[in-house]
């Protein structure tokens, strides 16, 4: 009998912030006590739990938040220690997601040193007054500083970047990181998502900015050299996030840390959400949804239809074990009579206008 292909790909969540901004509605919570330090003993439980589980030969890691950046020296270094030792670490890339206001020189040097070599900056915006409408407690000097310390201590960085905020300078923003020389943009709608402070206070977004700025952030890292490779993620030649696009194409990650996903092979594969912090801290197991071929194939469409490229429906015929074109075909051509898909040979993609109503698309192949 054949051994289990290795997993290749982990995301650890580190859930601690130095501030909450009012539009997050991740699993994130302010660092007191000795929360760290229980976070990266169960972190290690959990890294030696999953190695026993499944075999990896890690491609990609990544470390998302939360504030990962926020971890003090000598926690991080437990918990890479914690991922090499029980897992292993990325042979092509391993990112650190970081906050501006966290960026030292040393400190880059330091996360080089343990082996990060991708950065992904929270930037979110290169103006004062929209950082300070967004909650964000760096200034936009100091963003520019940041980024400008990363690519000094020879990290490829990739800046976050928030879009349709009411009187936001979105071309001054995409120029500016433009002008930074990051090569990686991921630029996301502001969205306000029931239970956060935005939602409390009413606060709103416009339709029409959201789609403005949509296009304009493509016009614009498209004239800079940008390729929109997915919905929200632009790069220059070569530098595609090699960790996302595994989300994207559907290959199996571990998932650590409290309320981290992870996709896990089996028969049949499975997805797995941990419990939040202090449920997960007691060794609660999360929840674990067993995917049947309709469940594989719905999944990969709302992920493989973000991609420019598409998705190959030969391939996931495959590897779900059900004929997509047989299945689904009416729905198929149903969405390419509307201008939202497209069909070339077996590869299927969505139309800019697809892009726009992704999830409308998608709920179509569920209602199929």
Request: proline share 6%.
């Amino acid at each position: 009998m054949s051994l289990p292909a290795p997993v290749r790909h982990a995301y650890v969540h580190v859930p601690f912030c130095p501030t909450i901004c009012p539009y997050c509605d991740f699993h994130v919570l302010l660092r007191q006590g000795d929360l760290v330090a229980r976070y990266l003993e169960r972190l290690e439980q959990e890294a030696r739990q999953l190695a026993a589980q499944h075999p990896t030969a890690l491609d990609t890691v990544y470390l998302g938040g939360g504030t990962p950046s926020f971890l003090r020296d000598h926690e991080l270094e437990a918990l890479v220690g914690t991922v090499r030792r029980h897992l292993g670490w990325g042979r092509l890339e391993n990112t650190l997601e970081v906050n501006p206001g966290t960026v030292s020189a040393e400190r880059a040097r330091f996360w080089r040193s343990l082996g990060f070599d991708r950065a992904s900056v929270g930037v979110q915006s290169l103006d004062d007054p929209t950082l300070q409408f967004l909650g964000r407690q760096h200034s936009a000097r100091q963003a520019q500083e940041a980024v400008t310390t990363l690519l000094e201590a020879g990290f490829r960085v990739s800046g976050d970047l928030i879009t349709a905020v009411a009187g936001q300078p979105l071309a001054q923003d995409i120029a500016g990181l433009v002008r930074l020389g990051v090569e990686h943009v991921s630029a996301y709608t502001l969205t306000v998502e029931p239970g956060t402070p935005f939602a409390r206070q009413g606060v709103t977004v416009d339709e029409d900015d959201e789609r403005a700025g949509f296009e304009q952030t493509e016009a614009l890292l498209t004239a800079a050299g940008f390729e929109r490779y997915e919905v929200s993620n632009y790069a220059r030649p070569g530098a595609q996030s090699r960790h996302n696009r595994a989300y994207w194409t559907g290959q199996y990650f571990l998932g650590l840390g409290p309320g981290a996903a992870g996709f896990y092979p089996g028969t049949p594969p499975a997805r797995r959400t941990n419990a939040h912090l202090h449920e997960w801290l007691a060794g609660a197991p999360g929840e674990t949804e067993p995917l049947d071929p309709e469940d594989l194939i719905t999944d990969a469409l709302f992920m493989g239809l973000r991609l420019r490229e598409g998705l190959d429906l030969t391939a996931l015929s495959e590897r779900s074990g059900l004929d997509v074109r047989a299945r689904y075909g009416a729905v198929i051509e149903q969405q390419r009579r509307r201008g939202l898909l497209t069909l070339q040979d077996d590869q299927l993609s969505a139309t800019p206008d697809g892009w726009w109503v992704l999830n409308r698309v998608v709920t179509a192949f569920l209602e199929g």
